[in-house]
T-cell receptor, first 114, second 113 residues
Framework: EAGVTQFPSHSVIEKGQTVTLRCDPI?????LYWYRRVMGKEIKFLLH????????ESGMPNNRFLAERTGGTYSTLKVQPAELEDSGVYFC????????????FGNGTRLTVT | AQSVTQLGSHVSVSEGALVLLRCNYS??????LFWYVQYPNQGLQLLLK??????LVKGINGFEAEFKKSETSFHLTKPSAHMSDAAEYFC???????????FGAGTILRVKS
């Protein structure tokens, strides 16, 4: 089966610009997660979708971040306007169910805000 | 709140030597525990998972981890390191009633020839 796909793999933007990251989960996985790793820090949870609904968005840093999952398939994470501290690696993951199932991660999108 | 502590941000071993990566967790309920590995320029790959069925969990690539409730530990071991094991390793905990993985800070494993 195809794994979790993320693109772009790298993005370099200027402060104040907008960037949209995309994630395609494993087919059939209702649960989709976004995580972020800022340089030198732990990987942190951002939010969790169950199908198209946001189950938990407690990790979203502020209202400059908007996540969507249209039709319960792929998801996008938009950062608008981007700030320097948004730089890091954004990981997407999916799972069949949220109760102890392993999360399958994509390769991540490395975002650099200059 | 859950937390995970990985002792040692960098660990260096010789090829053929024992690998021991330490992980301690804090959780108010019995957790699910995971080890993930990230090879250079790749995503996170599941090494193994503990779900209370057995305290010694075997994973891929010869790795295993032992859950010790009394010590709140879930250390990762491999009897003999290989050059291809060089990567960053993450311990993570998930509550049984929750959906979030809480990660440790990661340990970079270096294997010397």
């Amino acid at each position: 089966e195809a794994g979790v796909t993320q693109f772009p793999s790298h993005s370099v933007i200027e402060k104040g610009q907008t960037v949209t990251l995309r994630c395609d989960p494993i087919s059939g996985h209702d649960n989709l997660y976004w995580y972020r790793r800022v340089m030198g820090k732990e990987i942190k949870f951002l939010l969790h979708f169950v199908k198209e609904s946001k189950q938990d968005e407690s990790g979203m840093p502020n209202n400059r971040f908007l996540a969507e999952r249209t039709g319960g398939t792929y998801s996008t994470l938009k950062v608008q306007p981007a700030e320097l501290e948004d730089s890091g690696v954004y990981f997407c993951a999916s799972s069949q169910d949220p109760y102890g199932s392993p999360l399958h991660f994509g390769n991540g999108t490395r975002l650099t805000v200059t | 709140a859950q937390s995970v502590t990985q002792l040692g941000s960098h660990v260096s071993v010789s090829e053929g030597a024992l690998v021991l990566l330490r992980c301690n967790y804090s959780s108010s309920v019995p957790p699910y525990l995971f080890w993930y590995v990230q090879y250079p320029n790749q995503g996170l790959q599941l090494l193994l998972k503990y779900t209370s069925a057995a305290t010694l969990v075997k994973g891929i690539n010869g790795f295993e981890a032992e859950f010790k409730k009394s010590e709140t530990s879930f250390h990762l071991t491999k009897p003999s390191a290989h050059m291809s094991d060089a990567a960053e390793y993450f311990c993570a905990v998930m509550r049984g009633d929750g959906n979030k993985l809480v990660f440790g800070a990661g340990t970079i494993l270096r294997v010397k020839s």
